[in-house]
């Protein structure tokens, strides 16, 4: 439940006084963007977002109720293109202009990463928060693999990424922007060069790193108005050394450990590079009911000595019901590696509740991340509505830190499968030890008995007569 | 030693053969039922007889029916015999199974004092308003009223007036056969008001096998398109054409429409639709947009009918609908479009629902779509430089569009979609053409179980001088006007066959006359009727035919209560208790298809007898064949035994 008060923040955090008192905003608006960023690999990603908002009757109630809130995660689903339509079709230019129409999926589904997300939320429209505006903020991000789409060339383009270019811009958006992150390169212009020079750029504070990009307003008609269209191009002068990326100041892992099919012990690695700060973190997890955690042995770990969280929510499974809900807060000391381990039984399900390929495994959700992550340059405040949508993703909470939530792989943890040809293999066996039996006893109860003369003959007997002639004893 | 031997070994064979035949029996008698017993599938008893009972059920709809006689209607004599009761039956002619008898109970009386006064005012309105009170009469009756022959409640000319509540006035006559003529012409009213062939023989049509069924009625729901347009000719006002024409048509349909097959059915601007909205602005005192015809500017009566409206609008049996209201703006850069949706759903659409609230529940809900395009790309008329879409393609049209609607997503209702298409500004204006070329009045068409669309053109003079966006304001009356006559229509609401010079007022302000809710709900009783009878045939055909499926409890009770809500509502139907009755029907309709689609039909339907048998094989192989050998042996050696005393004598 405490998971809340992030998301609340962040609500807060857009509701700023002041923000929404001045001017209302118009109904329905679409703001889009696309923020292009060049790697030091030579790769390219590219993220889309698009917010759309519109009024609504619903009237804001005094506070939140807890028993109504909910948690639902779908571990793993193999994403194609259907999962592209029905998001297309949410957006109110759908791919017809705007920045939308490079979304063709041909293209997307061909990169090394695929993020899509759609996210729904109620913001206030002035300050008493008496009435609520809705925002569907949907995201997209992909990141294109120079060297085996670009043949070896490293220089990209948009029509090189997503076989389109840019033409005019949706005619419902309020704002259009694509924003190329030009921070690394920007000092000499010796290393990258992005064609056409851009007419303004924009300078912020961004996941606590100072960032530079260059803006290109589709709403301003000399952008596109020169050569019919926008054709953006990244030329590496100098091509890209291969210098590893920053790391983050707070990153993590997930795995299972164990043998056997009994017990396991599930374990996250909690990573906080900053070489002075420490920071708190708040950790989710869910873990299905089929998993029975041992609680009284989780432990924390972190620089070899025990880290006891300030606060720990526990709500036990029920079987087939709802699945453990693990909630902690986490301080993390700068620079160090805390280890959060849990053991836990694997479960018997019944042999109907099993997936039709039970030895691939069951997949665990990934634990959710949440923290104020301390920033390099202090941010300055700004108007939240005046900045990028990309910005407002990460929102600072003060000039020092700014909010991330991460969520971690997900686990596929092997449960001991039943031998599903058992019942079949069962009454057969029961029916041959019951036929063997019966049979015996049928024998015995229905032959009759009757004593046989013996015989004259026989190959024995005739050996022995033999051996008994040779020593001269009267034959048998 | 011979002797001994020969006879111990004697008796050792008759228990052998004794022990044999014994175990024989036990598996018999004990060890077969028991493995058949514990192996067997699980089936709940299930009414049969009573199943089967209800394919030849035999329907008797019963119209009460009170005719009321002022003074002076009648000769005095026959006041004098009053109050009676005389009933009317009559079979209606269906060519199904199903038999549907149709009585009219009518109970004659004299006029109370009220009445009477009501009745002797200057004009049928104030009449109206002075019975509007008091009398809440039950669904399904009628109140006839019988005035004297030279009142001037009704125009001269007018012999009868059917309300938008369930009365009804005829003008008497003094003849000696007064009652009989009079009778007559209450029940040519009182069939307008309630039960006519055409009404039962569209709602069943879907329901029933079509065995010797004519096809007059049958034809328009499915796909044949002679039979259609030749219905069309013979239309007045409700001008109905397939998309397609010729044999080729169907096939021609299906290649090209994978979801929509449809018919296309073209709506006019009946005088009865106008008086239907003007009367709805009247009483919300919001006049300014009413735009009649000459013909309607008095608001409410109107005398003209069309004898026949298209029957196959009638969606099928459902507990409740969503009704979507989009609008296509395909081109945000040309037009800037709003509408005022709420407030004409909640002005028009809703009153209309609630009166409807007996059939099902409706959600309504509205979106804007951009970038919605028609699959056709319209023709250019040079004549009239304006664009327009030919009947025949009109077909095409729904699919592309279809795809972006989405709305059946979030519904487990079915949808209905109204889509108000503003045409891009190189193809306006748009018209609609029907099948003689001439453009259709409402440039609307709806399909039948789909929804209506209407092209809705920006006034061109909105262009002048003003850059673009052109700035459109949806006028909602205009819209609603189609939309909820289409509505109308796809409800199966169908105009009544009205006796001659019968005066006809319009429904007020909810757009539907009680009278017409009765006639939907009788149909739709019947409907549903027809339709828990099919499924629980064929249920029971499928369980009596297929030996290995799992009959719960559960689906056994769905069953009982399906076929007893049946009962009832027959019963019902045969007092005269509609409400009661279409309740019931709908009880019925919902546990049949409960039981029907109960997944628990499907679970040992992949474990047929076959496998069950060959899983057994292990045990009853050895256990059989000794058994059988030596019941074999016995056999001949009894055979040989009675063969030998035969042989000595």
């Known amino acids: ?476 | 030693m011979a002797a001994p031997g020969a006879a111990a070994t004697d008796l050792e064979v008759v228990r052998g053969k004794r022990a044999a035949l014994f175990f024989a029996a036990v598996v018999i008698v004990l060890g077969l039922p028991l493995w058949w017993k514990t192996t067997e599938t699980y089936r709940a008893p299930l009414p049969y007889s009573q199943i089967s009972g209800l394919n030849s059920l035999q329907l008797r709809l019963m119209v009460p029916v009170t005719v009321v006689f002022t003074q002076e209607s009648v000769p005095l004599d026959d006041q004098e015999k009053l109050p009676f009761t005389v009933v009317h039956e009559r079979e209606i002619p269906l060519k199904y199974k199903l038999k549907i008898k149709c009585r009219f109970q009518k109970a004659y009386r004299r006029a109370l004092d009220h009445e009477e006064e009501a009745l002797s005012l200057g004009s049928i309105q104030e009449a109206e308003t002075m019975f509007a009170e008091p009398s809440e009469q039950a669904e399904g009756s009628l109140t006839v009223y019988v005035i004297s022959e030279h009142s001037s409640l009704l125009p001269q000319d007018m012999m009868s007036y059917i309300g938008p509540k369930r009365m009804a006035v005829v003008r008497g006559i003094m003849h000696r056969e007064a009652f009989n003529i009079i009778g007559r012409r209450v029940i040519q009213v009182a069939q307008a008001m309630s039960l006519t062939e055409d009404v039962l023989a569209a709602a069943l049509a879907d329901h029933l096998p079509e065995d010797k069924w004519s096809s007059d009625k049958r034809r328009p729901l499915k796909s044949s398109l002679g039979r259609v347009t030749r219905l069309c000719h013979g239309k007045g006002e409700g001008n109905e054409l397939c998309g397609d024409s010729g044999a080729g048509g169907e096939s021609a349909c299906k290649r090209f429409t994978p979801f929509f097959c449809g018919f296309i059915f073209f709506l006019k601007h009946s005088v009865f639709l106008i008086p239907l909205l003007s009367s709805l602005c009247v009483h919300d005192g919001n006049q300014p947009h009413f735009r009649g015809e000459p013909s309607s500017t008095q608001p409410g009566v109107q005398a003209a009918f069309d004898p026949q409206m298209p029957l196959a609008s009638l969606t099928p049996v459902f507990i409740g609908y969503e009704i979507t209201f989009s609008l296509l703006n395909p081109d945000p850069k040309s037009h800037d479009v709003h509408w005022d949706i709420e407030g004409a759903v909640r002005r028009y659409v809703q009153p209309f629902l609630n009166a409807l609230r007996a059939v099902g529940n409706f959600s309504v809900d509205s979106q804007i779509l951009y970038y919605a395009v028609l699959g056709v790309n319209p023709r250019f008329d040079p004549a009239s430089s304006s664009y327009y879409l030919a009947a025949h393609s009109l077909p095409h049209v729904i699919n592309p569009v279809e795809s972006r609607l989405g709305s059946s997503a979030a519904s487990l209702y079915p949808v209905l979609n109204f889509l108000l298409y503003v045409p891009e500004l190189a193809h306006s204006p748009l018209y609609i053409q029907d099948k003689d070329g001439a453009p259709v009045a409402t440039n609307a068409f709806h399909s039948p179980r789909w929804g209506g669309i209407m092209v809705y053109n920006v006034d061109p003079k909105a262009y002048n001088g003003s850059e673009l966006p052109v700035r459109v304001k949806v006028d909602m009356v205009r819209v609603m006007e189609v939309f909820l006559a289409q509505l109308r229509l796809l409800f199966g609401i169908a105009q009544p066959q009205l006796p001659p010079k019968c005066l006809f007022s319009g429904p007020k302000s909810e757009g539907i006359m009680s009278w017409e809710l009765d006639r939907l709900l009788w149909a739709r009783s019947v409907e549903n009727l027809a339709t828990a009878t099919t499924t629980l045939t064929s249920l029971a055909q499928l369980l009596g035919k297929i030996s290995n499926i799992v009959i719960k409890d559960d689906v056994a009770s769905e069953v009982y209560r399906a076929v007893a809500a049946v009962q009832k509502a027959a019963e019902e139907l045969a007092s005269g208790h509609l409400a009661s009755a279409f309740v019931a029907s709908q009880e019925a309709v919902t546990s049949s298809e409960r039981a029907f689609f109960d997944p628990s039909l499907l679970h040992l339907l992949y474990f047929p007898d076959d496998q069950k048998f060959a899983i057994y094989i292990p045990l009853f192989l050895p256990m059989a064949v000794p058994i059988l050998l030596s019941l074999f042996k016995i056999f001949l050696e009894t055979r040989k035994s009675w063969k030998k005393p035969e042989k000595i004598d």
């Open chain 1, 1 to 476: 439940m405490a998971a809340t008060a992030p998301l609340s923040l962040l609500v807060l955090l857009l509701l700023g006084p002041g923000v929404w008192g001045q001017t209302e905003p118009p109904r329905d608006s679409l703001r889009e963007e696309l923020v292009i960023t060049p790697l030091p690999s030579g790769d390219v990603a590219a993220t889309f977002q698009f917010r759309t908002r519109w009024d609504s009757e619903l009237q804001r109630e005094e506070g939140t109720d807890h028993s109504f809130l909910r948690y639902a995660v779908l571990p793993r689903e193999v994403v194609c293109t259907e999962n592209l339509t029905p998001w297309k079709k949410l957006l109110p230019c759908s791919s017809k202009a705007g920045l939308s129409v490079l979304l063709k999926a041909d293209r997307l589904f061909h990169t090394s990463y695929h993020s899509q997300a759609v996210h729904i939320r109620p913001v206030c429209r002035d300050a008493r928060c008496a009435s609520i505006s809705w925002e569907l903020r949907q995201t997209l991000s992909v990141v294109f693999d120079a060297f085996v789409t670009g043949q070896g060339k490293q220089d990209w383009s948009l029509f090189r990424m997503f076989s389109r270019t840019l033409t005019e811009p949706c005619p419902l958006a309020s704002e259009s922007r694509v924003y190329v992150d030009v921070t690394n390169y920007s000092q000499d212009n010796e290393t990258l060069e992005v064609y056409p020079p851009p007419l303004t750029t924009y300078q912020d504070v961004v996941l606590g790193t100072r960032k530079t990009y260059a803006v290109y307003d589709l709403l301003d008609t000399a952008v596109i108005n020169n050569s019919r269209s926008l054709n953006l191009q990244l030329k590496w002068k100098r091509p890209p050394g291969n210098e590893a990326p920053p790391t983050p100041f707070l990153y993590a892992q997930r795995y299972v450990s164990g043998y056997g099919l009994h017990n396991g012990e599930l374990s996250t690695l909690l990573y906080n590079t900053h070489p002075y700060r420490a920071f708190p973190v708040l950790l989710l997890d869910t873990v299905p009911w089929y998993l029975r955690l041992y609680v009284h042995t989780l432990t924390i770990t972190s620089k070899g000595k025990e880290n006891k969280p300030s606060y720990i929510h526990y709500q036990p499974a029920q079987d087939r019901m709802q699945p453990h809900l693990l909630e902690m807060l986490i301080q993390l000391p700068a620079s160090s590696v805390t280890k959060v381990s849990i053991q836990f039984e694997r479960a018997l399900l019944k042999w109907t509740e099993y997936t039709p390929d039970p030895n691939h495994g069951f997949y665990v959700s990934p634990s959710v991340l949440s923290a104020l992550v301390p920033s390099e340059v202090a941010a300055q405040p700004v108007d939240w509505e005046e900045s990028p949508l990309f910005n407002t993703l990460f929102p600072a909470s003060d000039s020092s830190s700014y909010f991330v939530r991460l969520y971690t792989e997900p686990l596929l943890v092997s449960l001991p499968t039943p031998d599903f040809s058992m019942p079949y293999n069962v009454i057969c066996l029961t029916c041959t030890v019951v036929a063997v039996c019966y049979g015996s006893f049928y024998n015995l109860l229905t032959r009759t008995f009757q004593i046989e003369e013996p015989s004259k003959g026989g190959l024995a007997r005739r050996l022995a007569n033999l051996i008994r002639r040779a020593r001269g004893v009267p034959p048998l």
